[in-house]
């Protein structure tokens, strides 16, 4: 019998289950440094059981984003 290889779920893939797009999402895994880049051209790769977590952290980075911004709004 055969081990199935695991699906990975891309970037874009992952975006659209987070709420964002690709180009958010990339900035934010940056930011985080939560995951690692891998494979051609530092592509990102996910498995299904990495996307709940990040929602969460994304949705705590995105508030803890617009805060920051709100505030440095709020100095000038």
Do not use: Q
């Not at 990339?26 to 051209?41: I, M, Q, T, Y």
């Not at 803890?64 to 000038?76: G, I």
Request: charged content about 35%; overall charge positive; hydrophobic content about 35%.
């Amino acid at each position: 019998m055969t081990t199935p290889t695991p699906v990975t779920l891309t970037t874009r893939e992952v975006a659209e289950k987070v709420g964002t797009d690709p180009k958010t999402l990339r900035v934010f895994l940056r930011a985080s440094k939560d995951h690692e880049a891998v494979g051609s051209g530092s592509r990102y790769a996910f498995a299904a059981k990495d996307v709940a977590p990040m929602k969460a952290k994304f949705a705590k980075w995105v508030d803890e984003r617009e805060a920051s911004k709100k505030s440095k709004h709020d100095e000038s």
